[in-house]
C-alpha cells in the first residue's frame, strides 16, 4: 500500500512506499485496459484522449510499474526544458564532464543521454524502465578524451553513460526539448520526464514566462511529482530582480514551496557545452545527491512522485472511460442512421413488390406480349431486370440517407467511412447475381412440380417458372398469370408453388439488404469501437484503489 502519513513542516507529507503483490497486478491490470483503449473517430475530445491514453500509459510503462517494483533502484532526476535552456551545460557541469553533446543547430539535444555511477549502470541496461527506447551503453572514459563523445545515435535510442564522479543511487537524463521543432523530439521529451522520480525543471532569464516550461510545472503539480527548478543563465545585474519575479510567478502558480536554484550567465554558458564551475551549479548538485543519499529525503522523493502518478489516476481513468463512451455513443449514432435508411427501405421495397411494381416499363410490355410475341425466357429475363432496378434503387436511396445523416455526424470522418475505397464489384452486379440466383431456384421448383405431373399433360416448366414469377411480382395486374398457372399445374400445384417462390424471394430480400447495410457498416464494424472499454477503465480504476 502507499501512504501519507503526518505532516512535516507545514506543506509536505511523510509519503511512504510499501508495494503488495496485490497493487502491482492492480497495475498491470490497469495498465493493460488503458493500452487497449481506443480513439479511433474523429469527434472533439478524441486528440486529447489518444494523447492522454499515451502519456499514462509512457508513466505507467516507463516510471509507476518499474518504480514500485524495484523500490530501491536509484533517483531518476530527468533534466527537461526548451531550446536553449542550457540543459546539457547544466548536466555536464553536475557531473563534472562533457557527457551530453550540446548542439549548435536547433533543436539541440537529439538523443537522450542517461548518466549513473558504474556500479547502477545494470539498473539501466536493461528495459527496466523506458522499455521502448533501445539502449546505446557509452563506456566510461577519460575526462579529457572528447573526441569519444557520441553524436546523434538515431530516433528511440538511450544513451548511457556511467561516471564516477556521480554518487551511487542517483542518476540524470537530459531529455530533449519540450519545444523541439521535432514532433518526435517533443514526444520523447514529455515520455522522459514522465519517467522521472524528479522533475528538474530548466527554463532561462530570457523564457521564464514562456507558455511551455509553465506547462510542465502545472502537469507536475497536477501529478504532485517532486519538482525542482532552475533559473539558467541569469546576467549579473538582474539575478536578483528576475528571481523575484520568478519565485512571485511560482507562488501564484501554487509552486511557491519547490526548491529553486539560479545559475548565472557565465562564458562557459555560450553554445558549445562548455563546463560551468562547480561552486555556479554545486547548491543544486548537493540538493540532488542529498535526496539520493539521505534515505528519508530518498524515501520521500520517490514515494511522493508514486504517489502522485497513482492520485493522478482518479481524474485521468474517469477521462479516458469518458472519452471511449463518446466514441461508443458516436458508432451506435453512425450505426442507427444505417439501419434506419436500410429498415425504412425494406419496407418501401416490400410495399413496392405487393402494389406489383416489378411488372411495369419493359416487364410490362413483355407480359402483354406473351405467349404471342415473347419467349418465357425473354418475359423472366425482363422480371428479373425489373427486379434488380427496383433493388438497387432502394439500396442507392438508402445509401443516400446515410450520407445525409453522416454529414451531420463529426465521427463520421473517420477515414474509409464516408469516401469509401472502391470495390471491385459494384452494387448492381451484386444484386444482379442474387436476383439471377432467385430465378435459377425458382425454375427448379417449377421443373420439379412439372416432373410430378401425367407425362401427356406436363406443360413447358419455363412457362410455369414465367408465370409464378409473374403472379409473385405483378400485383393485381398479373391475376391472369396465376389463373394461368392454376389452369397448366393444377390448384394445389400452383398454391404450393407460389408458396415456394414468395418465400423464396423474400428470403433473397433479406439477404441482399442485409449484405448491402454489413457492407455500409464494415468500415465502421472495423475500427472495433466497442462499449467495454469504459467499463473496464473504471473497473480496472476501482479495484486498484481497493488495493491501495
Not at 204 to 224: G, Q
Not at 233 to 246: A, F, K
Not at 293 to 311: E, K, N, S
Not at 517 to 542: F, G, K, Y
Amino acid at each position: 500500500m502507499l501512504q501519507k502519513d503526518s505532516k512535516i513542516g507545514h506543506s509536505s507529507h511523510v509519503v511512504t512506499l510499501d508495494v503488495r503483490p496485490q497493487l502491482l497486478d492492480a497495475l498491470s491490470a490497469l495498465r493493460d485496459r488503458v493500452a487497449a483503449a481506443r480513439f479511433p473517430l474523429p469527434l472533439a475530445g478524441a486528440p486529447r484522449a489518444r494523447a492522454n491514453r499515451d502519456e499514462l500509459l509512457a508513466q505507467l510503462d516507463d516510471y509507476l510499474v518499474p518504480r514500485l517494483r524495484d523500490p530501491e533502484a536509484p533517483l531518476l532526476a530527468v533534466i527537461g526544458g526548451s531550446t536553449g535552456a542550457g540543459k546539457s551545460t547544466l548536466v555536464n557541469s553536475l557531473v563534472g564532464r562533457r557527457v551530453s553533446e550540446a548542439g549548435v543547430l536547433r533543436p539541440t539535444t537529439r538523443t537522450p543521454v542517461l548518466v549513473c555511477h558504474p556500479e547502477d549502470h545494470h539498473w539501466f541496461s536493461g528495459m527496466r524502465v523506458l522499455p521502448d527506447l533501445t539502449r546505446v551503453w557509452v563506456p566510461q572514459q577519460d575526462a579529457g578524451d572528447e573526441s569519444l563523445l557520441p553524436g546523434d545515435e538515431g530516433p528511440r535510442t538511450l544513451r548511457v553513460e556511467t561516471v564516477d564522479t556521480l554518487p551511487r543511487g542517483l542518476a540524470l537524463l537530459d531529455a530533449p526539448d519540450v519545444d523541439s521543432l521535432l514532433a518526435d523530439n517533443r514526444v520523447l521529451a514529455a515520455e522522459l520526464i514522465c519517467a522521472a522520480d524528479i522533475w528538474v525543471m530548466v527554463t532561462t532569464a530570457a523564457r521564464y514566462a514562456d507558455a511551455v516550461p509553465w506547462h510542465l510545472l502545472r502537469t507536475a503539480k497536477e501529478h504532485d511529482a517532486t519538482l525542482v527548478t532552475v533559473l539558467d543563465r541569469v546576467p549579473h545585474q538582474v539575478l536578483s530582480e528576475v528571481s523575484r519575479q520568478y519565485g512571485a510567478l511560482l507562488t501564484k502558480a501554487g509552486l511557491g514551496e519547490v526548491p529553486r536554484f539560479t545559475v548565472p550567465e557565465l562564458p562557459e554558458s555560450a553554445w558549445g557545452g562548455g563546463l560551468l564551475p562547480a561552486t555556479a551549479v554545486a547548491p543544486l548538485r548537493a540538493w540532488l545527491v542529498q535526496q539520493a543519499q539521505d534515505p528519508a529525503a530518498r524515501r520521500h522523493a520517490m514515494a511522493r512522485t508514486a504517489h502522485g502518478a497513482l492520485d493522478s489516476l482518479r481524474t485521468r481513468m474517469p477521462e479516458l472511460a469518458g472519452a471511449a463512451a463518446a466514441q461508443y455513443a458516436a458508432a451506435l449514432r453512425l450505426t442507427a442512421a444505417v439501419d434506419g435508411a436500410y429498415d425504412s427501405e425494406y419496407a418501401r421495397v416490400r410495399g413496392r413488390l405487393q402494389a406489383g411494381a416489378v411488372l411495369a416499363g419493359g416487364a410490362l410490355k413483355r407480359w402483354r406480349s406473351y405467349p404471342l410475341d415473347c419467349t418465357a425466357g425473354e418475359l423472366l429475363d425482363a422480371l428479373s431486370e425489373s427486379l434488380a432496378a427496383l433493388l438497387l434503387c432502394a439500396v442507392s436511396a438508402a445509401d443516400e440517407r446515410v450520407d445525409d445523416a453522416w454529414r451531420r455526424e463529426p465521427a463520421a470522418g473517420a477515414p474509409g467511412l464516408t469516401d469509401r475505397a472502391p470495390e471491385e464489384e459494384s452494387a448492381e452486379q451484386r444484386i444482379g447475381v442474387a436476383v439471377r440466383r432467385w430465378r435459377r431456384v425458382v425454375e427448379e421448383h417449377a421443373e420439379e412440380e412439372v416432373r410430378g405431373l401425367e407425362k401427356g399433360v406436363a406443360p413447358d416448366a419455363e412457362a410455369v417458372a414465367a408465370l409464378v414469377a409473374t403472379a409473385l411480382l405483378g400485383g393485381r395486374r398479373a391475376r391472369a398469370a396465376g389463373e394461368g398457372l392454376a389452369e397448366r399445374i393444377g390448384a394445389q400445384g400452383a398454391l404450393r408453388l407460389r408458396d415456394k417462390a414468395g418465400r423464396l424471394l423474400t428470403d433473397y430480400l433479406d439477404k441482399t439488404l442485409r449484405a448491402e447495410r454489413e457492407r455500409r457498416l464494415a468500415p465502421l464494424d472495423a475500427l472495433d469501437v466497442h462499449p467495454e472499454p469504459q467499463a473496464e477503465l473504471i473497473a480496472a480504476l476501482s479495484v486498484l484503489q481497493k488495493e491501495r
